[in-house]
């Protein structure tokens, strides 16, 4: 095995790890009943009729495309719930049919400039701390992949 193949094999290794780390901090979340936003017209009625009724397993590359922009019109529960299906995609899918799936999580786990607004507080308050270490190993990860306009707010949100 050359340089390389090592280096995608150790690559592909720590995204297993972190999927596993975030997968079992979020495996007792349930799907959220309706509505999953918070109403936000007419944004969430392309939100609510792209996710009703599918657990974020069944959510296809097509859904995360569809919804990618949007997802911080999802109430806290139904962003914790269904962001597995971007971190997912993004950890573990050789393909980008998603369009850059984690970062559309990430944008929506960084603060604005303005500062942090009452939906932004209440989605990373319903975090567990088991839940925030995940979320934060994951931003990490992300940071070392791109680049990152907004890098020192999210950073300082997400520390490990």
């Known amino acids: 095995m050359n340089e390389d193949e090592l280096d995608e094999l150790s690559e592909r290794l ?3 790890e972190i999927w596993a780390e975030i997968d079992l901090a979020f495996n007792a ?6 509505p999953l936003t918070f109403g936000d017209k007419p944004v969430a009625d392309d939100v609510e ?5 599918k657990d974020w397993q069944e959510v296809t590359p097509s859904d995360l495309r569809r919804i990618r ?33 984690g970062g559309w999580v990430v944008s ?4 604005l400039e303005a500062g942090i607004s009452d939906r932004f507080r209440r989605r990373i308050e ?29 950073l300082a949100l997400w520390l490990i």
């Open 14 to 16: 720590l995204r297993m």
């Open 29 to 34: 979340r349930i799907r959220p009943d309706a």
């Open 49 to 53: 009729s792209t996710l009703r009724e």
């Open 69 to 101: 922009i949007d997802i911080g019109a999802l109430r806290p529960d139904a962003f914790w719930y269904y962001s597995r299906a971007f971190m997912r995609s993004a950890l573990l899918s050789d393909d980008d049919l998603s369009d850059d799936p």
């Open 108 to 111: 929506a786990l960084t603060p």
């Open 126 to 154: 319903d975090l567990s701390p088991v839940e925030r270490l995940a979320v934060a190993r994951f931003v990490h990860w992300y940071d070392g992949e791109t680049f990152l306009a907004a890098r020192d707010r999210l």
